[in-house]
């Protein structure tokens, strides 16, 4: 904590007034640490783990089925906090991360990557001991591609940072059918592959209403470097090639014919918001003359698409 006598910007207390740290400070910096933790993106990675777990054909005991969880959600925030360490930098430059703690001098940025590392090492180490050894493998290996492959490496270097580097948020469902049954098998590689084609069209719909953010850091987003255009005719060949991939847990026989329908149903509310990202209404480069309605819209809807895509396989399968 903050010591005592001192204000958030390092000035002494007024003399005669109580120098203990008030209420809502200690709530403020609570808050900021567990920012730190992306918590946002949190939500959707321990949901897909929860679905790979219930769908797994193992049971696995209520407590450490729920530790497996914990686990996967503490890595996840290992992973956001050692991220905003190495992104300082750029999060400082662009409007919708300027805040962050860290770039806005409110976490020091050593502290916030020995958090980080504290908690991966924590997270790792627990799923060992709680469930086996190779869910634990694969949550240290997902911690490794996040922060090595993507932050390091993929981020800054190429527009296809998020193609690749999409493989890091991919993992959850297989950590979590590996926490039940101790393998991994062609089930949870499809769900895998879901997630992974899922994320192009979705972060490139924020890339296009975000581009300006991402040119100022010298981040080489797929709108940046090819252009708004360019990036919009990916958006829709990644959300055509997506349907077929969510088709495939009914296709190989894992589920049912209510999941297919509800995957079909989904992947075309998608296809549509995709198409209207294609035809908003352009410039001559591609750039949005309605302040990217379309894009900003298919981002929510992919959200609630994958959320709704995975609870219609988890309720599928649990009503069998």
Known sequence: MRAAIFGKGGAQAPLGRSTLPS?????????D???????????????????????APATIHPVLGFAAILCIAVAAGA????NMWYDRDIDALMRRTARRPIPA???????????GLTLAFGSVTMMGLATNWLAAAWLAFSVFFYVAVYTM????????????????????????????TGEVGLVPL???????????PHFWSLSLWAHGDYARAKVPMLPVTHGARETRRQVLIYTVALIPVT??????????????????????????????VMREAQDEAGRSLVNDAAARAAFRYSLYYL????AALAIDKLAL
């Open 79 to 82: 992973c956001g906090a050692i």
């Open 307 to 310: 959320f709704a895509l995975f």
């Open 33 to 55: 640490w567990f920012a730190l933790l992306k918590p946002r993106v949190m939500m959707l990675v321990v949901f897909t783990a929860v679905v790979g777990l219930l769908v």
């Open 190 to 200: 499809i769900l895998f592959a879901i997630v992974f084609m899922w994320t192009p």
């Open 23 to 31: 209420a809502g400070a200690d709530f403020s910096e609570v808050r």
């Open 105 to 115: 001098g409110r976490i020091e940025p050593g502290a916030a990557l020995g958090f």
């Open 247 to 276: 088709l495939a847990p009914w296709l190989v026989g894992f589920s049912g014919p209510a999941y297919a329908a509800a995957a079909a149903l989904l992947g075309a509310g998608f296809l549509w918001h995709a198409v209207r």
């Open 153 to 180: 490496w993929l981020k800054r270097r190429t527009p296809q940072n998020i193609v690749i580097g999409g493989a890091a948020g991919a993992f959850p469902p297989i950590i979590g059918w590996a926490a039940a």
